[in-house]
């Protein structure tokens, strides 16, 4: 499992090129079908259609230039903005059989894709939605994220403050903080030990965290809590307390699958999603869940 994760985190990085050419290819497209569709007479249409197509890529290149990367997360709301374009192109402007083959070709894609995310934004949500108020004596897991420069990124930094206004609310909570080794940090320290410092600058005592220092990815961020927890002295004690699982709003579908696998209902404890990586975030988790 753990080779599994890190080839997969690996095959991420080698796509990175690949997903930028795909989001400045469909950019390209766009432009092109709205070029020919311009000049149609239906300007407030055609203005509509610019918008729509505009808005995925706007929100893609933001997070390409506030990253300094791409991510499949990308690909959805590229392939999602063709569908604007290529409509227009369709109506407004004449095209050979090719052609207009190609751009319903395109619609139907981009239109699929449209489809398929909707379904799935609206499933991930439906995991949190109407979630019960975590226990005063909770074992809450919170689940790691990516390291920058010694630095949780900002979506970690939401999931821990939600864990310290929890633990304030209820000192009797205890933390189980996931996170395994941060690539080329030159310290050595995991994901949850960079969360446990944290938290600990903000009153939170080492005696109410635990730190999972192994896993890689969600499904041993719920295996490896479990299994710290059971192996515990007073195992028995933690058993009884209610189990959560606190992460970012998109993730918790996929957390709370993990432990239905392992045959523990985890109670989902949300945390908003940057605005800078939102889309992105939640297309990539689509892609997640649907390509294994």
Known sequence: MQEHATKAKAREKQLEPVVAILQLGCMAAGAWMLAGAHGNGREPLWLCALVAWLVPNVSNMRYWASHRK???GMVPPAVASLAPASLAALLWAGANDVLTGLLWAALAVSSGTIAVCTFWFGRLRSAYAHSEEPERTAVIIVLGGTIRNGMPCPTLVQRLVKAEELWHESPNRMLVLTGGPVPDDPSGKTEADYMADFLSLRGIPHTSML???KALDTAQNVRYSLALMEALPD???LEDRQHCVLTSNYHLYRAM?????????????ACPTPPISRLQQWSREVLAILLG
Not at 257 to 267: F, I, K, M, T, Y
């Open 70 to 72: 791409t991510s499949v």
């Open 211 to 213: 730190l999972e220092r």
């Open 235 to 237: 195992a028995e004690e």
């Open 257 to 269: 699958e993990e432990g239905r696998a392992l045959g523990v209902d985890l109670v989902p404890i």
